[in-house]
């Protein structure tokens, strides 16, 4: 018997019943994780944290402070740009900020940092934005003035975007990617909402938004932990932006583990084990950490689909801390304390997500479930993408106390009977393009013929 399973092939043998694994890997893709390089997320690292301070409040000055590190970046995006054919454009969006009473004492120009990789396909909208937030801190949120080198938090997640679009600006994919360094994160996700406000307005096809906060650290502060083989990954359940009619469908449906975030966060999981090596994706069900929040929030509020990319664990002595020593601890974020082979994997899964995602069929349309009758199979129907050529679909299935799909059923079809419960388990369909690239999985709806 042979089952297609999260893109492996899982065989049985007649004998024993052993299972064996194969890996199967679009070459490009792996070409292109392959190519991301420590040495150069160092070399961005410490060119970046040679600013001082990234502070959003930070005073400009041509070798200091936030505006000559954006500057910096926007100077590393736009070396990119002959290389891309024309697809990539690079600008700083610029914008002002009042005194708010709370984290803002002036006004202040702020501005995110933007690299958009327009997709090769005109008739594809589709819109893919991947962030990291480039001003810094010390102990006192305030404190505009201290070296604060953010080298952690968050200069790992700019760099990374760098190193991915030096790679993937020689490639063209139907989608457009978006890759941003967003200002005044720590004075309340300012850059971000920004941001994400004005995907809204200007009605982007937003399909997904990943945010790296923190993916160079190997080691935790207290536990003596090191591991740099986990990374985790933050999706909501219960959206923050919910209508009433939603709200009636998630609980109808009982899809609380189901949201479009948590498809997302299990695509992640999936992808980035497939193409790197020695690391695990954990699933962190929540928004984000224990009563603390990210970039992607603001974009969880306006309704698109965003999730949190952050390592397995903090080291909380590095961690908006001001430079010094006490009782023998070094304290603050400085480059000697990242794992560069760390960042490197964490990178490379970003890279394999987006361009897996850029490179796929839009999701299928009106997937549905049908409801006429009572019976003990299920009947799933669906209508094929908007954009782009697909060779088939993927049915998957999983126990309803399962985090991940355990099976999936290949159809070239918009339609399949299972024999298995729809009392018992939960389904989706995602699409699978001629390149074998899947697209993010739909859960059904209620349909009646």
């Not at 760098?162 to 139907?174: A, D, H, N, Q, W």
């Not at 004075?187 to 982007?204: C, D, F, P, V, Y």
């Amino acid at each position: 018997m042979k089952v297609i399973f999260f893109g492996f092939l899982l065989s049985w043998a007649l004998t024993g019943f052993s299972q064996v694994t194969t890996i199967t890997r679009n070459p490009e893709i792996q070409e292109m994780t392959g190519l991301v390089s420590s040495d150069s997320l160092e070399k961005y690292l410490n060119g970046l944290v040679a600013f001082g301070t990234r502070h959003s409040l930070s005073e400009d000055a041509e070798n200091r402070g936030i505006e000559a590190a954006r500057k910096y970046v926007l100077a590393k995006f736009k070396s990119f740009e002959r290389q891309s054919k024309g697809r990539l454009s690079s600008k700083i969006d610029y914008f002002t900020v009042y005194p708010d009473g709370k984290r803002v004492n002036k006004e202040v120009k702020m501005g995110n940092v933007m690299a958009t990789l327009k997709g090769v396909d005109p008739d594809d909208d589709r819109v893919f934005v991947v962030s990291g937030h480039i001003d810094s801190r010390v102990s006192d949120i305030m404190n505009h003035e201290s070296d604060a080198p953010g080298a952690n938090d968050d200069g790992s997640g700019v760099v990374a975007l760098i190193e991915m679009l030096r790679i993937m600006s020689k490639r063209g994919f139907p989608a457009t990617i978006v890759f941003v360094a967003v200002s005044g994160e720590e004075q309340g996700l300012i850059g971000a909402s920004h941001l994400a406000k004005k995907a809204k307005e200007k009605h982007w096809n937003l399909v997904a938004m990943i945010n790296n906060d923190m993916i160079g650290n190997s080691q935790s502060s207290g536990t003596g932990i090191r591991d740099n083989t986990k990374l985790r990954v933050f999706s909501e359940g219960v959206p923050h932006y919910e209508t009433e009619n939603m709200a009636v469908l998630r609980q109808r449906t009982n899809a609380e583990n189901d949201s479009k975030s948590r498809q997302l966060a299990r695509y992640i999981k999936e992808v980035a084990e497939r193409y790197v090596d020695h690391l695990e994706i954990k699933l962190i069900y929540r928004n984000d950490r224990f009563l603390r929040g990210g970039d992607h929030t603001p974009f969880s509020r306006e309704g698109f689909t965003a999730v949190r990319l952050c390592e397995m664990n903090e080291n909380y002595t590095q961690q908006h801390q001001d430079l010094r020593v006490a009782d023998g601890i070094a304290y603050g974020d400085k480059v000697e304390n990242v794992d560069f082979e760390y960042l490197r994997k964490n990178t490379a899964a970003n890279l394999a997500v987006l361009a897996s995602l850029a490179g796929a069929p839009s999701v299928p349309q009106n997937v549905g479930v049908r409801i006429s009758e009572l019976t003990n199979s299920t009947q799933l129907v669906w209508e094929k993408p908007k954009h782009g050529k697909v060779a088939g679909y993927y049915v998957l299935l999983r126990e309803t106390s399962a985090s991940m799909w355990e099976k999936k059923f290949y159809t070239n079809e918009t339609a399949i009977d299972l024999p298995y419960s729809k009392d018992n388990y939960f389904f989706a369909v995602q699409a699978v393009g001629e390149n074998g690239q899947e697209s993010l999985a739909v859960f059904p709806k209620p349909v009646r013929d």
